[in-house]
């Protein structure tokens, strides 16, 4: 059974920082772009970062340029969500998705491109 399970949220500051981990099991996804996607109080799921199979090439939301990094670690089958600097508006649900197309070069940033998802972790940032 495959399985995405996300974890390091919780509450900070506006200011402060959090990491979040995906960690996969039931099969491998080395060779699969993953993606982090939000969904704030009341909106539609969107997304947040996304990364391909390699690692060499990582994509941003414009709201969270600067501030997030996403990076994997293929031996760990693992993704990872570095946020420094949150913000209110940053508050959301955060879930990690996996694509089911192997070795595409570039990291798809639609949800219905991606197959496997988490069940998410609340990330909310006090003003």
């Known amino acids: 059974q495959v399985q995405l399970v996300e974890s390091g949220g919780g509450l900070v500051q506006a200011g402060g920082s959090l990491r979040l981990s995906c960690a996969a099991s039931?099969?491998?996804?080395?060779?699969?772009?993953m993606g982090w996607f939000r969904q704030p109080p009341g909106k539609e799921r969107e997304f947040v970062a996304a990364?391909?199979?390699?690692?060499?090439?990582?994509y941003y939301a414009d709201s969270v340029k600067g501030r997030f990094t996403i990076s994997r670690d293929n031996a760990k089958n693992t993704v990872y969500l570095q946020m420094n600097s949150l913000k209110p508006e940053d508050t959301a649900f955060y879930y990690c998705?996996?694509?089911?197309?192997?070795?595409?070069?570039?990291?798809?940033?639609?949800?219905?491109?991606?197959?496997?998802w988490g069940q998410g972790t609340q990330v909310t940032v006090s003003s």
């Open positions: 039931g099969r491998t996804f080395s060779n699969n772009a």
């Open positions: 990364i391909n199979w390699s690692g060499g090439s990582t």
């Open positions: 998705a996996a694509d089911s197309t192997i070795w595409r070069a570039y990291a798809p940033r639609s949800v219905y491109e991606y197959e496997y």
